[in-house]
């Protein structure tokens, strides 16, 4: 199967094949790295997001990749709200410094201080975090430093989330937008419905 470029808001169904690995070739599979580099050669879906990123979608039979391009200086922070057969209720799924996971929706929103417990309690997937980096200042003033990540990338388990259509809403914090400012870049648009994906 020949995949395309996708634009455009509201629900968008992706199909895949579940062989899709198997015709990528010598390339194999994505390495959970932070980099989108590779997806192109695996033959990824391409889907276009708001203010010039792009989110590759790969899968094989056991799991599905999310890669989403960042412009230059950005940090790329995630929540990812993802409803799936495999799950009773939606998960967010966060990704900043530490990895988090707790219900979209109702009671038991996510940790409140960066010492939480509920830090690194995930169950499914994995991604890489945005990247520490020390420390800068001195005393009082003493803060964590981070440097800018090239995208945001996630690899999910078939086997936690179910097989069949995930829906998805994606959200993207401190991306350098197109006037300089670092914001917030959301897709589909919160009035639009979700983002699907038909996991085989």
């Known amino acids: ?31 959970l ?11 990824a879906d391409i889907v276009e997001l708001p203010d010039g990123m ?5 899968q094989d039979e056991s799991y599905v990749w999310l890669c989403a391009s960042l412009p230059p200086e950005s940090y790329g922070a995630a929540d990812i709200i993802i409803d799936a057969p495999g799950l009773d209720a939606p998960r967010n799924l966060h990704i900043s410094a530490q990895l988090g996971e707790w219900p979209a929706e109702g009671e038991g929103g996510g940790p409140e201080t960066a ?9 499914g997937w994995s991604a890489i975090p945005v990247r520490f980096n020390g420390y800068q200042g001195e005393g ?3 803060r964590a430093r981070f440097i800018p990540s ?15 259509v995930w829906n998805l809403r994606l959200e993207f914090n401190l ?7 670092l914001g917030t870049v959301t897709f589909p648009e919160e009035t639009a419905a979700s983002f699907d994906v038909e996991v085989k």
């Open 115 to 123: 010492e939480s417990d509920q830090w690194w309690r995930v169950s």
């Open 140 to 142: 009082d003033e003493r």
């Open 150 to 164: 090239d995208a945001r990338e996630l690899q999910l388990s078939k086997a936690h989330f179910g097989r069949g």
């Open 175 to 181: 991306v350098r937008l197109p006037n300089g400012d």
């Open 1 to 31: 199967m020949a995949f395309g470029r996708v634009s455009g808001v509201g629900a968008l169904a992706m199909l895949f094949c579940s062989g899709c690995a198997s015709q990528a070739g010598p390339a194999g599979y994505p390495l």
């Open 33 to 43: 790295d932070g980099g989108c580099s590779e997806y192109e050669n695996l033959g």
């Open 54 to 58: 792009v989110l590759n979608v790969f």
